[in-house]
């Protein structure tokens, strides 16, 4: 054998242990292969779930534009997060990695999520169990699950899957996530729409949202048009969505992008123009407030066959401007004074 | 004895059989494309990641909390492999299969020799791929490795069918624009300043709107790497990603396309040596 099919030889095993590790613990380990921006343990969240968001915590907490806009009274941070801290007394900013939320759990107001991180199970359970918050827990699926408020209204319920996530949400939603891990089984695929929405979500982002159409079901059919009532002819009818993915990132500027799939490419362009139309007339505030004129710079609509882009890109002084409250009026000056009377 | 007659069982009127000619191109290949200084430059630049991830790992991992060893992965995948350097490496050797015997006057050698002219550049193109592949591939794993457990081993296994897409992914990427690099080879007397144009002039239209993505080869190759990074501007305005079935049958079709014309051209052109 010759030196250079030496080398050969030992780059192709160098592959193949590579691969045969890699497959080894992809066959060892229950998590398997996530969807899109889906880490694998969210594919045993429910199936019926009528959209699903993610927010990378770790790249959300570490922007400067959360550092400044999150902390401090009446901040952006999530409700997310003081649900998280209320029920389980850890500190999302610091133990938390990603959150997965899944809503609209069988077409009722009911969600579940799913939060990865390193935590002391332990002392989390410790202190639901000891707490007044009145848990009462169960062994399902080789795990515990703790439900709140039970016999009172929707019970809650919380619950550790292996040793780096925790799902809390609809006592039902828990108990089908913690059962479909139990048994392997990537309960999620089965939402074949939502599974499809994910592949197209842009990998990397900070946060996303997938929608089907029965979430948009909801959504209002028309809006009053310029000068119209309630009800009149006058009113603009929005085109329906089949389905909205949402991605965005918070650095270095706060970019959005939305895209709606509308039934056929006249919805899409008539959409496109309602959603252009609302720009402008923001930007038409402008003499109230000169922040709102870059706003149409910011964003832009485009359409693509049936699908609606808007795309959002809001430098972090804009947000800060935008969110500024606004400076009271200078006070009218003072009539002046009536010469005939200072005589 | 006559001239017809078979030396050790072989009929030398006839040219050696396909399979054994391209076999001896390709080790004699191998052995000249494996040793050379190209192969040095090369190894350097296609096993940087893997000292990159080993950095990230020791210092910093810790000071850049907002990258992750995955996203610094999808970062070396998808921008530094697909889009620059196994372009790059594709076009370092596969323009030089036979215009370096041409330059170095060596080809008249190879032709007069009793092998099919199809089954030299076979054997040319096996090193080409052997030796590009062994570069490469291995660099990928290591820091695939590397930094997906910078965070821990858990979620590793989750990851592993990127890690195969991605070197389906690569090898796609040599075949393809080796097949390119070839032709290029075997049409043009200067083949690197053409090339070098191709990769990053005209493969910029995989940033603009509409189909011209579609005139790309970068183009198909980026909508198969799953990981890669958020653009930004313009590029992620007009971000397109193509579907995977697509992507994979028209950089097939259009390797085989290639291959077929640079075999076709090869075996009907004249060379002639300047002396």
């Not at chain 2, 200084?37 to 893997?50: C, D, Q, Y």
């Not at chain 2, 791929?129 to 290591?142: D, G, K, Q």
Request: proline share 6%; glycine share 8%; aromatic share 6%.
């Amino acid at each position: 054998m010759t030196r250079s099919r030496v080398v050969v030889s030992v780059a192709a095993a160098l592959v193949a242990l590579g691969l045969a590790a890699g497959l080894g613990v992809l066959v060892l380990s229950p998590a398997r292969a996530a969807v899109g921006p889906l880490p694998a343990e969210a594919l045993a969240l429910p199936a019926d779930a009528r959209f699903l968001m993610g927010v990378d915590v770790k790249r959300l907490v570490a922007s400067p534009l959360y550092a400044r806009f999150a902390k401090g009274p009446g901040g952006m941070r999530p409700d997310a997060f003081k649900v998280l801290e209320e029920r389980t007394g850890i500190d999302p900013e610091r133990d938390v990695r990603e959150l997965i939320v899944a809503g609209g759990l069988g077409g009722r107001n009911e969600g579940v999520a799913l939060v990865l991180g390193d935590f002391d199970q332990y002392q989390i359970g410790r202190a639901i169990e000891t707490g007044k918050k009145g848990a009462t827990w169960k062994k399902l699926g080789g795990t515990t699950v703790y439900v709140f408020s039970e016999g009172k209204g929707t019970p809650s319920a919380l619950s550790f899957l292996d040793g780096h996530g925790i799902v809390l949400g609809s006592a039902a939603g828990v108990e089908s996530t913690v059962e479909s891990r139990a048994e392997g089984r990537a309960a999620l695929k089965g939402n074949a729409v939502l599974v499809d929405l994910l592949s197209g979500v842009k990998p990397g982002s900070t946060f996303w949202m997938v929608g089907d159409q029965s979430l948009l079901a909801n959504m209002p059919t028309s809006i009053p048009g310029p000068g119209s009532s309630a009800g009149s002819s006058a009113n603009i009818t929005l085109p329906k969505l089949t389905s909205l993915t949402v991605t965005g990132d918070l650095d270095p500027v706060l970019s959005v992008d939305v895209v709606g799939a509308a039934t056929d490419a006249a919805a899409a362009s008539n959409l496109a123009d309602v959603v252009r139309g609302f720009v402008a007339l923001a930007a038409l505030q402008a003499s109230q407030k000169p922040e709102l004129k870059a706003l149409q710079t910011a964003i832009s609509v485009a359409t693509d066959q049936s699908r609606v882009r808007l795309t959002a890109r809001f430098p972090h002084d804009l947000i800060e401007a935008l969110a500024r409250p606004k400076a009271p009026s200078p006070a009218p000056p003072e009539p002046a004074p009536d010469p005939s009377r200072l005589r | 004895m006559s001239a017809q007659a078979s030396v050790a069982g072989r009929d030398t009127s006839r040219p050696l059989p396909f399979a054994a000619a391209a076999r001896g191109v390709f080790d004699l290949t191998l052995e000249g494309m494996l040793w050379s200084r190209r192969s040095a430059l090369m190894a350097v630049l296609l096993g940087l990641p893997v000292v990159l991830s080993l950095l990230y790992r020791v210092s910093l991992h810790a000071r850049m909390p907002r990258l992750t060893g995955y996203d610094l992965y999808g970062v070396l995948v998808a921008i530094y492999y697909v889009r620059n350097v196994v372009p790059l490496a594709a076009l370092f050797y596969a323009t030089s299969l036979i215009a370096d015997e041409v330059e170095g006057k060596t080809l008249t050698y190879l032709l007069t020799r009793p092998v099919r002219r199809s089954s030299i550049l076979a054997g040319k193109l096996a090193a080409y791929l052997a030796t590009t592949l062994s570069l490469t591939l291995p660099a990928v794993v290591a820091s695939f490795f590397v930094l997906t457990t910078a965070e821990g081993s858990a979620g590793v296994g989750a990851r592993v069918p990127d890690l195969l897409r991605d070197l389906g992914t690569i090898a796609l990427a040599l075949v393809v624009y080796g097949a390119l690099f070839t032709l290029l080879g075997v049409l043009l007397r200067r083949p690197m300043i053409p090339g070098l144009l191709f990769l990053f002039v005209w493969e910029l239209a995989a940033h603009l709107p509409g189909n011209m993505p579609r005139l790309t080869i970068t183009a198909y190759l980026r909508s198969l790497v799953s990981h890669r990074p958020a653009q930004e501007g313009l590029a992620a305005l007009f971000e397109r990603t193509l579907p995977a079935g697509e992507s994979i049958l028209t950089l097939v079709a259009l390797s085989l396309a290639l291959l077929a014309a640079a075999v076709a051209v090869f075996s009907s052109r004249e060379y002639v040596m300047e002396q």
